[in-house]
């Protein structure tokens, strides 16, 4: 089955520093990524929508000059939390959809924790 | 606006049968998706359903009414590893995923 890989599983950094997140699709090519933020309890938030070789279509309320999305290529896109603040903690989620069918599900990474100090 | 209604909490009983709703309005469908999610883990698939009907798959079916905005995820004989969160996904008009704030399901021996 299609296998999206994210790294790192857990990040702690301190307060203005910017943290990385890799998202790989393992053994298939993923045109479109999906970024996710989820906070204790609470649903899945869509932050943005990761195109490759374009630029990022993010939510509305989600600052894209924060949270920068590089997708250069079919397998890999990565999530910069730039100057992050206590506030950016939480779980963060990439996804992936292999195939074009309607029927093809969301493949999701194991998630990153990011806990700002 | 888009809607999408889970119960927040459920408790089942090892071995037991469970039916977790959903009920949706949202601006057009182009499928329904059930995935698990346990705690501090990334969501799993388990389902989805376009058309009306039940799905089948080993303990788990889903079940779509695209009438009435309403689906079920029956699950069967439970396990403890079991429980989790169910998340219910539509999508909509534009392919969005809409997502449900899941239902935690908790299994008692």
């Known amino acids: 089955g299609a296998v999206v890989s994210q790294h790192p599983s857990r990040v702690i950094c301190k307060s203005g520093t910017s943290v990385k997140i890799e998202c790989r699709s393992l053994d298939f090519q993923a045109t479109t990524m999906f970024w996710y933020r989820q906070f204790p309890k609470q649903s899945l938030m869509l932050m943005a929508t990761s195109n490759e070789g374009s630029k990022a279509t993010y939510e509305q309320g989600v600052e894209k000059d924060k949270f920068l999305i590089n997708h250069a290529s079919l397998t890999l896109s990565t999530l910069t939390v730039t100057s992050a603040h206590p506030e950016d903690s939480s779980f963060y989620i990439c996804?992936?959809?292999?195939?074009?069918?309607?029927?093809?599900?969301?493949?999701f990474g194991n998630g990153t924790r990011l806990t700002v100090t | 606006g888009q809607n999408i209604d889970q119960p927040t909490e459920m408790t089942a009983t090892e071995g037991a049968i469970v039916q977790i709703n959903c009920t949706y309005q949202?601006?057009?469908?182009?499928?329904l998706f059930w995935y698990q999610q346990h705690a501090g883990e990334a969501p799993t698939f388990l389902s989805y359903?376009?058309l009306d009907g039940l799905e089948e798959k080993g303990r788990f079916s889903s079940f779509l009414s695209r009438s009435k905005g309403y689906s079920y995820l029956l699950l069967k004989e439970l396990q403890m590893k079991d429980s989790a969160s169910y998340l219910c996904a539509v999508r909509d008009s534009n392919y969005q995923l809409i997502w449900g704030a899941g239902t935690k399901l908790i299994i008692k021996p």
């Open positions: 359903n376009v």
């Open positions: 996804s992936a959809i292999d195939g074009q069918g309607e029927s093809s599900p969301l493949h």
């Open positions: 949202t601006s057009g469908f182009n499928g």
